[in-house]
């Protein structure tokens, strides 16, 4: 057991940490907005299907989450953040099937990151986009592109 200033050094640290955790779940480089693009996803017989989607991401209280649709697919649910993924950047989210369910895969894992240059500049309106399994095979690939705001209205998050 630590006790005396042992003690306080040790709370001062695990609170800094904790701090940082929490804060980098909101820094300016999420990938917040509205997304839209095409899936492709690969069948374990090899063979390969399309579909769109959409999906939101929106930061309040320290934290992310958000809403994805497959319309084809008549299904669509919510995104849980995880984590980001150590040395890539990438944001991972557990995805929750909540229409649909009969047609869609309940509890898979959504990855997104910004589209990195050949000079590593990232752009903000491009996200990679991946998609896996429960148990954490990989499933399906996708460019996401920012949703164009309207002239005349702007974006908010509240």
Do not use: H
Request: aromatic fraction near 10%.
């Amino acid at each position: 057991m630590i006790s005396g200033k042992k003690a306080f050094v040790a709370g001062v640290c695990l609170a800094l940490l904790s701090a940082a955790v929490f804060a980098s779940t909101t820094d300016e480089a999420a990938p917040l907005g509205e997304w839209s693009g095409t899936v492709t996803q690969i069948y374990q017989d090899g063979s390969q299907g399309s579909y769109p989607t959409t999906m939101t991401i929106a930061g309040s209280d320290g934290k992310l989450g958000g809403v994805i649709r497959y319309p084809s697919l008549k299904c669509g649910g919510s995104l849980t953040f995880i984590r980001q993924v150590a040395g890539t950047g990438d944001y991972e989210f557990r995805e929750t099937i909540e229409d649909g369910k009969d047609r869609c895969v309940d509890g898979g894992f959504v990855r997104v990151n910004f589209v990195k240059a050949l000079d590593d500049t990232i752009d903000p309106d491009n996200l990679t986009w991946s998609w896996y399994f429960p148990e954490g095979r990989f499933g399906a690939i996708a460019l996401l592109s920012r949703a164009k705001t309207p002239k005349g209205k702007s974006e908010s998050v509240k």
